[in-house]
């Protein structure tokens, strides 16, 4: 160990998971500490990796901070989530990243403080690359002054934010790849919530629990689109048909509106959401190059509207990866099977039951013949803990005309996943 640079040194004690670790390591022996005070690159405060953070008062943990920030020289990465280790000092938190922000690339930041900490004004102008900001409050965004010119990714958890400043800080980001915005609080000086964003940049976005009437994003090289748990009157996607890959779980959205962009879609993943299904097909018909498919816990809006694989069969010639599960009614099971068109390509086909009966056992039968290159199929299903006899005895009944089933079909792999 003597032998080692102080450089690599430095290198392993940035690989330490908490300041802690870091501290006690570097008191191994002289050089230790100098590559801890020279050569360290990456130190985290976090109040859920050491729970007694939190049965310090926050005056002593803002000294320790302090002491351990202050020893360091040349940190790119700084993490400081506090979630319940009480109130900081504002100044003191100013001082951390004052101190820091030359060097610093990445930050993750959640500190409350009294009064608040404006990060922008801090951080911009710096070599800032990955941003990720909780449980804070964010005003007055000004462009010009509070540049981001390098960073790439930025994340807003729980964070209060107009939606002229949420949109002024993405024209204050040039280089921005990456967005996640997780329970923002959008304050309104109308009656309509309305966002309206724009990057020329922007790849990936990822949107969890926010309530708007209307969302607009408008960006041409994005590539990932992901909505999760969201109220959504109207969302707009205005791009050139740069997008691969789209999922919403457990979303409600009157309007949804994707069509410029999904020329190139590899992947679709839609769970927990009611669709109209003609509406949708007509929205992602043009992605002949669609490799995943994922219709999961759907519902659909018209009660005679169905899934139908012929369409799918002959818009999405390169589809390898099918998901499927869906109320089945005998009337909806025969329209989705029409047709003659295989899913020629398709090698891994999940199949789930809302409610286990003999459509469902039929319905697997069918699908197995329209995909003569399959390779795996997986079947999941929910069981209730408090069993009846008559649920024990369709199961049992299920099982074995799978397993009748799958004789014919010995090259395919078979798993069952129960709930």
Request: aromatic residues 8%; proline residues 3%.
């Amino acid at each position: 160990m003597e032998h080692l640079p102080v450089e690599v040194i430095g290198n392993i004690l940035s690989h330490l998971e908490g300041a802690r670790d870091v501290v006690i390591a570097s008191a191994t022996c002289r050089k230790w500490h100098e590559a801890y005070r020279k050569h360290l690159h990456t130190l985290a405060f976090n109040s859920n990796d050491w729970p007694a953070y939190c049965d310090i008062s926050p005056i002593l943990l803002e000294i320790l901070i302090t002491r351990t920030i202050f020893q360091t020289t040349g940190l790119q990465g700084l993490s400081i989530l506090m979630d319940d280790a009480g109130e900081f000092t504002a100044s003191t938190v100013i001082a951390w990243l004052m101190y820091t922000r030359e060097t610093l690339r990445r930050l993750f930041y959640n500190v409350p403080t009294s009064p608040n900490v404006n990060i922008l004004a801090i951080c911009g102008r710096q070599k800032l690359e990955i941003l990720a900001v909780a449980h804070n409050s964010i005003t007055g965004v000004e462009p010009n002054f509070q540049r981001f010119p390098c960073l790439k990714s930025l994340s807003l958890s729980h964070v209060c934010i107009s939606a002229l400043d949420l949109s002024l800080l993405l024209t204050a980001c040039p280089k921005l790849e990456s967005l996640e915005l997780v329970d923002p609080e959008i304050a309104i000086s109308d009656a309509q919530v309305t966002v309206e964003l724009s990057s020329p940049t922007l790849k990936s976005i990822y949107v969890e629990a926010i309530s708007l009437d209307k969302f607009i994003l408008e960006t041409d090289s994005i590539e990932r689109l992901h909505l999760s748990d969201c109220a959504l009157d109207v969302f707009e996607l205005i791009g050139k048909g740069t997008l691969k890959y789209f999922k919403i779980d457990d979303v409600s959205v009157i309007h949804l509106d994707i069509a410029e962009t999904v020329d190139n879609l590899e992947v679709v993943d839609v769970s927990s959401f009611t669709i109209i299904w003609t509406r949708f097909y007509q929205m992602i018909s043009r992605s002949s190059k669609l490799r995943k498919l994922r219709l999961w816990d759907v519902t659909f809006d018209d009660y005679d509207e169905g899934i139908d694989l012929e369409t799918i069969a002959v818009c999405f010639p390169q589809l390898k990866h099918l998901s499927l599960c869906y109320e089945l009614r005998d009337g909806l099971m025969h329209y989705g099977l029409q047709g003659s068109s295989n899913l020629e390509n398709v090698t891994v086909l999940e199949l789930g039951w809302t409610v286990i009966n003999d459509f469902f056992s039929h319905w697997v039968e069918e699908l197995l013949k329209r995909c003569p290159n399959l390779k795996k199929i997986i079947i999941f299903g929910v069981i209730s803990e408090a069993k009846s006899h008559e649920e024990c005895q369709i199961l049992a009944k299920f099982t074995s005309s799978i397993v009748r089933l799958m004789r014919k079909y010995m090259h395919v792999e078979v798993q069952f996943e129960y709930e």
